[in-house]
């Protein structure tokens, strides 16, 4: 989709862009491996870890850094606690790592949220998704075995997430993410 700017009549492209929470360098690489090994036997797309904080919403990308500027400058660093990893329904979510819902990390959603319009159709459900893919029920167990064993500490993760990062996420490209790229990144003020 294009829109042209009002003022100069250029053409502009729509795209989805998406806010994520980074996890800090040491815990980002021992994510990244353990979601190495489960791909490695189950497949799927690599993506880096993160905990999505806006879900996909329609802009230009010039209008989502400067939202995503915008929602930076008011937000201070905040802790994640992982709770559970858990067999999910949507290829987007085959395995993931569910965080709890605190205060700090429900407030973090809501203040970015209202700077993009995004408005959810379901309750926030902050989570961190180890494997993307279609998994039949029995390979997603093995899969959240296979988690537990590889990492036994993985479901008592807590860190600080102190830098958010804008994503072009194509909703159109679930099987490969090839075209998912970063866009922008700012470090939270600390807390």
């Known amino acids: ?6 003022k100069t009549g250029a053409v502009a492209q729509m795209n989805d862009y998406s806010v994520w929470a980074i996890p800090p360098e040491a815990v980002g690489e021992k994510l990244k491996n353990l979601m190495g090994a489960l791909r490695s036997e189950f497949g799927g797309p690599e993506i880096p870890p993160h ?16 939202k995503f500027r915008s929602a930076c400058e008011g937000l201070k ?11 999910g329904a949507f290829p987007s979510q085959c395995l993931y790592l569910l965080f709890h819902p ?3 990390v429900m407030d973090a959603s809501a ?12 309750r926030y459900m902050p ?13 997603k167990n093995k899969a959240r075995e296979k988690a537990c064993v590889l990492d036994e500490s993985i479901d008592g993760l807590n860190f600080q997430i ?12 679930k099987l ?3 075209s998912w790229k970063q866009i922008a990144e700012c470090s939270l003020s600390p807390d």
């Open 1 to 6: 989709m294009e829109i042209a700017d009002e």
């Open 127 to 139: 989570h961190l998704s180890l494997l993307y893919g279609t998994l039949t029920k029995d390979e």
């Open 162 to 173: 102190s830098r958010l990062a804008l994503w072009k996420t194509d909703r159109k490209d």
């Open 111 to 122: 203040h970015c949220c209202r700077y993009f319009g995004y408005k959810r159709s379901n």
């Open 77 to 87: 660093a905040y802790h994640a606690m992982a709770d559970l990893v858990i067999a």
């Open 102 to 104: 605190t205060p700090e």
């Open 51 to 66: 905990i999505t904080v806006v879900g996909a919403t329609s802009l230009t990308e010039q209008d989502a850094v400067e």
């Open 176 to 178: 490969t993410l090839e």
